[in-house]
């Protein structure tokens, strides 16, 4: 009966300071957030120019899908990019698309699950580490295959 009656005196005007408590972890929060965004856009914008095409297609939706598989010339890019947006079956979609950036580096199995798992990380760790794209691996007028067309 005493811990009721505690908790029947507990006012409610001492919930100032845990507003501007949980305002201040908001914000933090949000600015935390920002800054990975920030960094995975740069990661992707780097692999992007590493490729040799254009850092903006890097950070568009879906473009940057697209192009990873146009690059790779293993994959019909169109049903691929379907393939990525179809719920549950995209994992499959991914997982290709992963395997393929990992070939456009020329890098082994560790790094489509480090590329599937990480995305965010693994493209800032190829994008802005001594990783190059390796031009036999990228499909004929595309990048930095360009003029091989």
């Known amino acids: 009966m005493t811990v009721l009656s505690i908790l029947a005196q507990a006012s409610s005007s001492d919930n100032g300071a845990g507003v501007a408590v949980a ?87 560790g790094w489509t699950f480090f590329l599937f798992f990480l995305p965010g990380v693994s493209h800032l760790v190829l994008g802005l580490g001594d990783h190059q794209v390796q031009p036999a691996n990228v499909a004929p007028g595309v990048g930095v295959n360009e003029l091989r067309a």
Request: aromatic share 14%; with cysteine.
């Open 23 to 109: 305002v201040v972890l908001l914000v933090l929060l949000a600015l935390v957030w920002v800054g990975l965004l920030v960094l995975t856009l740069a990661g992707y914008w780097t692999v992007f120019t590493k490729i040799g095409l254009p850092g903006w297609m890097g950070i568009v939706p879906f473009v940057n899908v697209y192009m990873i598989f146009k690059a790779r010339g293993q994959h019909d890019p169109v049903v691929y990019l379907i393939l990525c947006m179809i719920p549950c079956v995209n994992l499959v979609g991914l997982w290709f698309l992963a395997s393929d950036t990992a070939e456009l580096f020329d890098k082994e199995i």
